[in-house]
């Protein structure tokens, strides 16, 4: 007998890779330049060439059989070390190799930290707007995943709402900052109140209550923004990183877990990373991929493309008359429908060839998300067509 429960997954697919399939099913019948597909974060930028030459000159140099075997079950050691290097060189947070599990990409890294932290039955927080895969990142450890109500004021936490629903379940909060879908960056002030009412839950539970903080978009930072790092303001600390968008790297699946050394238990999550492994089948990153990124840790793509992205479309987005907070990093955009059903919006907008998300799988409704990761030009142009569309569909705003 098959799988139902992955049956039943099938009835609740990715609306944003539908959506991306269907923009490039598009794109084939009048062009691809002529779709304006702000639906999946994919990088539009390249990753820089010194990575490749780094990919190449391994490839030259090294034994083949060294280079292409198996990496030890919690990485390649100097990679952790390295990776543990830059950490605390960077945030002041005393990492050592032994704290650094590499995986492929933040998505293995949750799914490990999940897993280490939780058993079936545990309750994980989030708070909305939150990444739609975080349900079956949870869900499928056996966690019970519970979203706090957004303040779309700011898309800040909503901290009343947080403690109401904070409880003697609760295992681990679970935040994304700088934020899929809303592009807000937690401020310091944030975190500090965050990690305040944890430690205070702490005591009143008598357990510890982990905070993961799944961090891909930690470089796409703008300019004057507040970008604390979550581990050197609360112990119980588990990050989860990705390169993918850092080094527009996204196609090789590579990141890390880095446990917080102050973390109950620190000595025993990364082992037990290793073997959540055995249990999912992980098997570790590529070797070849694990050696690239260990001699790039401080390196980016050109990720300034998209604050220039971001100034454009919230500048046209609010003359039209959108609610938005502005991002103050990622390359998304987290404006508020014309109309209280953001999914009739969106399916409007496609008329125009504009493919956007409606939020309510991010567990916002009425909002709706553009991935601005496209070249500046393509961005341009649509402002027009999105103007089109405004005046067309709700000429009552105008």
Do not use: W
């Amino acid at each position: 007998m098959i799988g139902s429960h992955y049956v039943n997954m099938l009835q609740k697919k990715s609306v944003i890779r539908e959506l991306s399939e269907f923009a490039a099913a598009r794109g084939k019948e009048i062009g691809y330049e002529n779709v304006f597909d702000f639906s999946l974060g994919n990088p539009s930028v390249p990753v820089p060439a010194a990575v490749t030459e780094t990919m190449i000159r391994l490839l030259q140099e090294k034994d083949p059989v060294e280079l292409h075997g198996y990496s030890p079950s919690l990485g390649i050691m100097h990679v952790r070390e390295a990776v543990a290097a830059s950490l605390q060189e960077r945030f002041g947070v005393a990492y050592s190799a032994a704290d650094i599990f590499m995986t492929a990409g933040a998505a293995g890294a949750i799914a490990h930290a999940v897993r280490a932290v939780t058993v079936p039955g545990d309750e994980v927080i989030t708070f909305a707007p939150c990444f739609s895969e975080y349900f079956p990142y949870i869900n499928g450890a056996g966690a019970v995943l519970k979203v706090v109500p957004p303040d779309t004021d700011s898309f800040q936490i909503h901290f009343e709402a947080f403690e109401e629903m904070i409880s003697e379940k609760t295992a681990a909060v679970l935040i994304n900052t700088p934020n899929n879908p809303s592009g807000v960056v937690y401020s310091t002030e944030t975190i500090q109140k965050l990690a305040e009412i944890l430690c205070r839950k702490q005591e009143v539970y008598g357990h510890a209550i982990y905070l993961i903080s799944d961090e891909p978009y930690r470089e796409i930072v703008f300019a004057g923004v507040d970008a604390p790092f979550v581990s050197a303001y609360y112990d119980n600390a588990i990050v989860c990183y990705s390169f993918s968008k850092s080094l527009s790297f996204p196609g090789e699946r590579i990141g890390y877990v880095a446990v917080n050394p102050a973390c109950v238990d620190a000595a025993g999550i990364v082992q037990m990373c290793g073997q959540i492994s055995r249990e999912t089948g992980h098997n570790c990153p590529a070797s070849l991929i694990q050696l690239t990124i260990a001699e790039h840790l401080d390196t980016t793509a050109d990720l300034s493309v998209y604050e220039t992205n971001k100034n454009l479309l919230y500048g046209e987005l609010t003359k039209l008359g959108f609610a938005c907070v502005e991002p103050g990093g990622t390359f998304y955009i987290f404006p508020k429908a014309l109309e209280m059903d953001a999914a009739a919006f969106c399916e409007k907008g496609r008329k125009y060839d504009l493919i956007m998300v409606p939020g309510d799988g991010f567990g916002c409704p009425g909002y709706f998300r553009m991935a601005y990761c496209m070249d500046t030009e393509k961005v341009a142009r649509s402002l027009k067509v999105l103007r089109r569309f405004v005046e067309a569909e709700y000429p009552r705003r105008r």
